[in-house]
C-alpha cells in the first residue's frame, strides 16, 4: 500500500450534480470541493405514511420536483443566465446507481437532456463513492486545501448501505466489509416504526435515546463468530421486535420505556460497527485478511501490549447515520484507544455539516471532480442506471 500523500483537488471545475437515488430530489453546483448550491426537494411527508420509500411516488415526485431545483441551485450559485452556464459550468454528473431505478432513471433522464443542452460532457457518479469521499466537501467561503493520507477508512453507513472502504487513492477502492443483509439505518428506521415513531426514523431514535437506558435488557451482537469485516443488522432487527413486543406484553409503553428502548437498539447497532472497526484497525495485515480473534482486543488491553500499527491514517464517516452524535462519539472513544495501545493517531474526518451525510447532490458533484479526466470521453448514451451498482466496480459508461 502506498504512503503517497495528496494535495486535494488541484483541478477547480464547476459541476452541476443531480441525486435522484432515492426519496431526494437534489440538484448542487461546485466549484472544486467548494458548495457554491445544494438544494434538497425532501419527500419524507409523501413516503412517511407508508413506513418506507414507496418508488412509484419517488419517480412521480422526483419527475415533479427537479427541474425547479435545477433552476434553484443555478440561481444560489449564480449562474442563472444562459452566457453563464456556457461559460462556468464545465460537466453534468449525475448519480447512476446504486438506488431505486424508477427513481434513477429521472435524474439520469434530465442529466442527459441539461447536458446536451448546454453541450457538456456528462459523468456517471457512484451514490456510495460519493457518500465515502463526502467529509471532502468545503463550505462556498473556504477553499479546504488538506492533504490527505492514504490509505483511507471509509464508513458508508445509511439507510441503504453499511459498508467499510478502503481508500487506497481516490478511485481506488477495496470493500472490506458490508452488511449482508439490512443496512444500519434500516434497522433503526424499522425499530422506529414499531415504536411508532414516524419515517425515517434514526434522528428521532437519537434523541430519545440520550434519555434512556441501554442497559434494561440485551440484545444480540451478531456476526462476532466470523473472521470477516461483514455486519448484518438483520437477526437485530427481528430481536428488537420480539424484545418490543415482549415488553408491551408486560407494560404500557410509557415514555421512559420507549426512551429505553431506542437506547437500548442504537447502542447494539452501533456496537455492532464498532466491534468491526476494531477488528479493522487491530487487524495486522489487511491484504493478508489475517484477523484478530474476538477476543485480541480484550487481551491487548490486559496485557497491555502494543496492538500492531496499521496502516489506515484517516477514517471518513459517511451516509445519513454519520449524522449521530453517539456513534461519532464511540468512533473517536475507538480510535482514543487504539492509539493507547499503537502510539498511532488516526483522525475522524466527517462531512463539515450534518445534511451532507444524507442524501445530496454536493457529494455526487465533488466526486466528478475526480472523475472527470478519466471520463471525459463518456457516451451520454451508454449512460444507464444501475440499482445494485457496488463501490469499486465501475458502471459500463466510465
Ligand atoms: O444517506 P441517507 O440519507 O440515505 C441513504 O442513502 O440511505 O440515510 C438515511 C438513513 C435513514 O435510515 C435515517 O433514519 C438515518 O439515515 N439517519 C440517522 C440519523 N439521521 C438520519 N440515523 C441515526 N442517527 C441520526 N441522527
Ligand atoms: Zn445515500
Known sequence: MGKDKKMILAAKKTILAIDTSCDDTSVAVLEGNRVLANVVAS????????????????K?????NIEACVQLALQRAGLSNKLKI?????????????????????????????????????????????????????PKTKRQNREIDFP????????????????????????????VDDSAGECLDKVGRMLDLGYPAGAILEKLAKKGNPNL????????????FNLSFSGLKTASSQLINQVKKQKQLDGQTVCDLAATVQQQVFSQIIYKLERILFSPDLSKKVYPKAQLIKKIKQQKTKAAVTDINEIWLGGGVAANITLRTSIR?????????????????????KKFCADNAAMIALTAQFSSEQSKNTNAQLIDRQANLKIGTFCQAC
Open 86 to 138: 456556457r461559460d462556468h459550468i464545465d460537466a453534468v454528473a449525475v448519480t447512476v446507481g446504486p438506488g431505486l431505478a424508477p427513481a434513477l432513471e429521472v435524474g439520469i433522464k434530465h442529466a442527459k437532456k441539461l447536458a446536451k443542452q448546454w453541450q457538456l460532457p456528462i459523468i456517471a457518479i457512484n451514490h456510495i463513492e460519493a457518500h465515502a469521499l463526502s467529509p471532502l466537501l468545503s
Open 60 to 64: 412521480q415526485a422526483h419527475q415533479e
Open 152 to 179: 483511507v477508512l471509509a464508513l458508508v453507513i445509511s439507510g441503504g448501505h453499511s459498508e467499510f472502504i478502503l481508500i487506497k487513492q481516490i478511485g481506488n477502492y477495496q470493500r472490506l466489509g458490508w452488511t
Open 43 to 58: 419527500q419524507t411527508a409523501i413516503h412517511q405514511q407508508y413506513g418506507g420509500v414507496f418508488p412509484t411516488l419517488a
Open 333 to 353: 472513544q475507538t480510535l482514543k484507544t487504539y492509539q493507547k495501545l499503537s502510539g498511532k493517531k488516526i483522525k475522524l474526518h466527517l462531512p463539515y455539516h
Open 217 to 228: 435488557w440485551s440484545l444480540p451482537l451478531a456476526m462476532t463468530s466470523v473472521d470477516n
